[in-house]
C-alpha cells in the first residue's frame, strides 16, 4: 500500500510564501502523474497544479506565475511552493499521485490521496 503525506501548510500573512511537500512512502516503485487541488468548506476542490514524471506542469490560471510544482524522485516528493498568496488561496491542500508499485502478481498502479494541509492566509 501507498500512503501520501502532505506537510508546510499554516498561517501567512498576504503577498507570504509557503512550500507544501507531498511525500509517498509505502510500496512506491515509481510516482507518475502527481497533482495538487484545494478545497474550501462548501465548494468543490479545486485543481490547483500538476506533474508528470518527465516533468511537464500545469497550472490553474488562479495560481499560475505565483505557484511552482516540482518533484525529487529520489526523495519520493512533490513541492508546491507558493508565492504572494491571497486570502483567496485559502483552503485545505491535497495532493494525490497515480503512484506504480509491485505486488505479488507484478506491477499495479493505484491512485492516492492524502489527508489535506490547511493553508491560511490572513492578516
Known amino acids: 500500500q501507498v500512503q501520501l503525506l502532505e506537510s508546510g501548510g499554516g498561517l501567512v500573512q498576504p503577498g507570504g510564501s509557503l512550500r507544501l511537500s507531498c511525500l509517498a512512502s509505502?510500496?512506491?516503485?515509481?510516482?507518475?502523474?502527481v497533482g495538487w487541488s484545494r478545497q474550501v468548506p462548501g465548494m468543490q476542490r479545486e485543481a490547483v497544479a500538476s506533474i508528470t514524471s518527465a516533468g511537464s506542469t500545469n497550472y490553474a490560471d488562479s495560481v499560475k506565475d505565483r505557484f511552482t510544482i516540482s518533484r525529487d524522485d529520489a526523495k519520493n516528493t512533490v513541492y508546491l511552493q507558493m508565492n504572494s498568496l491571497e486570502p483567496e488561496d485559502t483552503a485545505v491542500y491535497y495532493c494525490?499521485?497515480?503512484?506504480?508499485?509491485?505486488?505479488?502478481?507484478?506491477?499495479?498502479?493505484?491512485?492516492?490521496w492524502g489527508q489535506g494541509t490547511q493553508v491560511t492566509v490572513s492578516s
Open positions: 494525490n499521485a497515480d503512484v506504480r508499485s509491485i505486488g505479488r502478481s507484478g506491477f499495479y498502479t493505484g491512485n492516492y
Open positions: 509505502g510500496s512506491v516503485f515509481r510516482i507518475d502523474v
